[in-house]
């Protein structure tokens, strides 16, 4: 029985910005073949470098769909599966089809580890920070500030203070585990909070022009502040001597019909250059096919997990790297007319050097 959550369905709403919501556990094991093979490894590897781990902690867990579960439970040692995501509901259905699976395959794996749901914001200030967000909204609605440089300027001095406030705030006692998954959802984490900062500048400001330099500065302080809080989390939850894997979708790839404006906004919005040429684009009724538009899903280090874990965790060693395509969006599945977008994915292992 899951323990009741403490959010609503408008918070993890504001969440549900990444995912697969169309795909089930069966079809994620028919066409997600590839990327579950290198989940697996990156997940062996760190069970391996922790030596004999007991306890396991997946972060974004959601409905497991590309972790093998059966696979961690066969592992002598492990003893605990803590299984972390804010969605009950995915959670439920996750632990329904790995029972049955684990029965009709191997009932006795059940009796060797315990897989525990755990329904919680791995950040520990989401909650907070919308609800900050949501102040600030009010607070612009309420006072007649003229549009212009020193409403843009008190805005963004009021949203760094909130970023910097909610970390201040936070008093979490993190459980420590011998290995901790991070499953791909720091792009997860990152894109909730642009959208949702996207939304509030949409309101203050009431789509008039406003300096964009100063929001993307904006964006991308968020960007940094937030991958380094989630690499202190993994640290935090880490025990020494344990070991890390951390997967997340770094690139966005478009393939299929792709209006031309649209292209066009996104080579802008991300600086990009070389707007694909006729030899890579055909008309078709008024839109456009385009062989593939890449999209970095964050900039922070070139996107790189090696150069973020070197930069923030320094007691780690780097031990595997892998980068792979992501079929999120297979092709079978796709309605008629729909973009088909895939993501690369990388993902990194590391060991935890500190034996204190």
Same mark, same amino acid.
């Given at each position: 029985m899951l323990e009741k959550s403490e959010y609503d369905d408008r918070f993890i709403q504001r969440l549900a910005v990444v995912g697969s919501p169309n795909i089930t556990p069966e079809n994620s094991d028919k066409y997600w073949i590839e990327h579950k093979d290198n989940m697996t490894w990156g997940i062996q590897k760190a069970l391996y470098e922790a030596r004999y781990p007991r306890d396991v902690a997946i972060l974004g867990a959601g409905k497991c769909n590309d972790i093998r579960l059966h696979e961690i439970m066969q592992?002598? *040692?492990?003893?605990n599966i803590d299984l972390y995501d804010l969605h009950a509901g995915d959670l439920q259905? $996750?632990? $329904?089809?790995?029972? *049955?699976?684990?029965?009709s395959i191997m009932p006795e794996a059940l009796d060797f580890a315990r897989i525990n749901p755990v329904i919680k914001d791995v950040t520990c200030v989401m909650k907070r920070l919308f609800s900050k967000f949501d102040v600030i909204r009010k607070y612009f609605n309420n006072n007649l500030y003229p549009y212009g440089v020193q409403r843009e300027k008190e805005f963004l001095h009021k949203i760094k203070a909130a970023f910097c406030e909610v970390f201040q705030e936070r008093e979490t006692e993190f459980v420590r585990y011998d290995t901790v998954v991070s499953d791909c959802i720091l792009s997860q984490i990152l894109a909730g909070i642009d959208i949702q900062l996207e939304l509030l500048i949409n309101d203050v400001f009431e789509l008039i022009y406003v300096n964009k330099g100063g929001l993307q500065e904006l964006k991308e302080v968020a960007q940094k502040m937030f991958i380094a809080d989630h690499m202190?989390?993994?640290?935090?939850?880490?025990?020494?001597?344990?070991?890390?894997?951390? $997967?997340?979708?770094?690139?966005?790839?478009?393939?299929?019909?792709?209006? #031309?404006?649209? $292209?066009?906004?996104?080579?802008?919005?991300? #600086?990009?250059?070389?707007f694909p040429t006729?030899? *890579?684009?055909?008309?078709?009724?008024?839109?456009?096919?385009v062989e593939q538009i890449e999209v970095p899903r964050f900039e922070y280090l070139d996107g790189d997990l090696e150069k973020i874990a070197q930069e923030h965790l320094p007691e780690y060693e780097i031990v595997g790297s892998k980068t792979w395509e992501w079929n999120r969006q297979p092709h079978e599945l796709r309605k008629n007319g729909d973009t088909f977008s895939a993501e690369?994915?990388?993902?990194?292992?590391?060991?935890?050097l500190s034996q204190k």
């Open positions: 592992v002598g *040692s492990v003893e259905k $996750a632990l $329904a089809y790995i029972t *049955s699976k684990i029965k202190n989390v993994l640290q935090s939850m880490t025990r020494p001597g344990g070991s890390i894997f951390i $997967a997340s979708d770094r690139m966005l790839l478009y393939r299929g019909r792709v209006h #031309k404006d649209y $292209a066009q906004d996104v080579y802008q919005t991300h #600086k990009m250059e070389g006729n030899k *890579s684009i055909r008309d078709f009724g008024g839109d456009y096919i690369e994915v990388q993902g990194v292992v590391l060991k935890n």
